[in-house]
C-alpha cells in the first residue's frame, strides 16, 4: 500500500469516527440516547419517609403534585444552613399566594441533635412554608445517598462536632423528577420566576 493510500484510509477513518460521534451527540441531545450524565441526574432522588418538625410522618409520595425544592444541613450549622434557609425563604415570600403550591425541605444530616422539637424551634426564623425532616440514621443515610448528597461528623478540638455535608439546593418537579441545582446567587424575584414555571 503506498503512503498516499494510507493517508487516504486514515482520512476516511476519521471522518467517519467523527460522523459517528457527532450522530451519538444528536442522539443524546435530542433525548433518543441515554447518557451516562443524562443517567446520573435522573438518579437523583427517590423514595423517603421521614419525620416533620410537627412530628408528622412525611413521604416522597406526599410531594406529588408540587415542585419543591430540597436542601440538606443541620441546625448547629453557623453560616451556610442560616444563609440558605433565609434566601429559600425569600423566595417563597416572593412568591405570594404560589408558595402553597410548591415545597421546600430541610433534610437534617445531624439526626442525632436535629430532633422534631430542634428542628420547630430552629424553622421558627424562617418562612412558614418550609418543612424540616429528619428521621433514625439508616433513613438519613438513606435520603442523602438518594440525593447524592455527602455528609460527615467531624469532631471539634474544644469538644463536640460539627457535620461537613453538600450545600446544593435541589429543585425537583411536580413528579419528583431532579431538574436541575436551584441557583440562588441572583435576584430573589429572578429565583421566584424560575420556581414559578414549574407549579
Known amino acids: 500500500m ?3 493510500s494510507t493517508r487516504i484510509l486514515v482520512m476516511s477513518a ?4 467523527g460522523l459517528v460521534l457527532c450522530f451519538g451527540v444528536v ?5 433518543r440516547l441515554s447518557s451516562p450524565v443524562a443517567q446520573q441526574i435522573a438518579a437523583i432522588g427517590g423514595p423517603f419517609k421521614l419525620t416533620d418538625q410537627n412530628g408528622q410522618t412525611v413521604t416522597d409520595q406526599d410531594l406529588k403534585g408540587h415542585p419543591f425544592l430540597v436542601f440538606f444541613g443541620f441546625t448547629h450549622c453557623p453560616d ?3 444563609t440558605t434557609l433565609f434566601e429559600v425563604s425569600e423566595i417563597l415570600r416572593a412568591l405570594g399566594p404560589d408558595a402553597d403550591r410548591t415545597r421546600a425541605l430541610f433534610i437534617t ?5 436535629d430532633t422534631p422539637a430542634v428542628i420547630k424551634d430552629y ?11 429528619t428521621g433514625d440514621p439508616a433513613a438519613i ?3 442523602a445517598k438518594a440525593y447524592r448528597v455527602y455528609f460527615k461528623k467531624v469532631p471539634l478540638d474544644e469538644g463536640g462536632y460539627t457535620m461537613d455535608h453538600t450545600a446544593i439546593v435541589y ?4 413528579a419528583g423528577r431532579f431538574v436541575s441545582p436551584f441557583n440562588l446567587k441572583r435576584t430573589t424575584d429572578a429565583a421566584a420566576a424560575d420556581l414559578r414555571r414549574y407549579l
Open 80 to 82: 451556610v444552613c442560616p
Open 2 to 4: 503506498t503512503a498516499r
Open 171 to 174: 429543585l425537583m418537579d411536580k
Open 109 to 113: 444530616v445531624d439526626p442525632e441533635r
Open 27 to 31: 442522539l443524546i441531545v435530542t433525548g
Open 123 to 133: 424553622l421558627s426564623s424562617f418562612d412558614p412554608h418550609l418543612s424540616g425532616l
Open 14 to 17: 476519521a471522518f467517519l469516527a
Open 141 to 143: 443515610a438513606a435520603v
